[in-house]
């Protein structure tokens, strides 16, 4: 038993050499990584079942795989200095990568693939309204309601561009946070 374990150090200590070797933990591998894994993410969704590409907990669920690349960057920087600002500046990157990943997906196909998924877009957020109504007021329920068209006009390049663009502030936060929380100095 104890030589499995010795082994099983020795190949950890191996591997994690050759992964700092290739620059595996780069942000820019990371974000890559992270922005496919994404990808595959949702896509193991939608083949599951269409509705679920837009359920919000997939959605928010597919944080923890920012988080997991977060945590790559935290690991790798164990024994080196990791001041704030690097980290900020990795954490960013990270989702700015897996941010562009993920939208890039949404108008592949919504525009491509699947152009029926819209119609499914529709009725997730009609449903999340209707059982949603007794939480939330008239005025809120109101505010929330879109029309098929309205939803089919948010799919051109230049709208999911500015969507991801509006969601950068968010990602900066986020990462400013964890960079502030994981930061050695």
């Given at each position: 038993m104890e030589l499995l374990e010795e082994r099983k150090t020795v190949f950890q200590k191996v591997a994690f050499k050759q992964m700092v070797k290739i620059n595996f933990f780069k942000p820019a591998n990371l974000g890559l990584l992270s922005g496919l894994v994404t990808c595959i993410y949702f896509l193991i969704f939608y083949v599951i079942d269409?509705?679920?590409?837009?359920?919000?907990?997939?959605?928010?669920?597919?944080?923890?795989?920012?988080?997991?690349?977060?945590?790559?960057?935290i690991f790798h920087h164990q024994t080196l200095p990791f001041s704030f600002i690097i980290a900020l500046r990795n954490f960013f990157y990270l989702f700015f990568l897996n941010s562009a990943f993920y939208n890039v997906l949404y108008f592949v196909m919504t525009n491509y693939i699947d152009v029926q998924l819209i119609d499914i877009q529709y009725n997730v957020i009609k449903n999340g309204l209707e059982s949603s109504a007794l939480l939330s007021g008239t005025e809120q329920q109101n505010a929330w309601k879109i029309s098929k068209d309205e939803l089919s006009n948010n799919l051109k390049p230049g709208t999911i561009f500015f969507s991801f663009i509006q969601g950068l502030p968010a990602g900066f936060i986020l990462?400013?946070?964890s960079a502030y929380l994981f930061k050695k100095e």
């Open positions: 269409k509705q679920l590409f837009f359920n919000p907990l997939v959605f928010w669920g597919s944080f923890l795989i920012l988080f997991a690349s977060f945590g790559a960057v990462s400013m946070l």
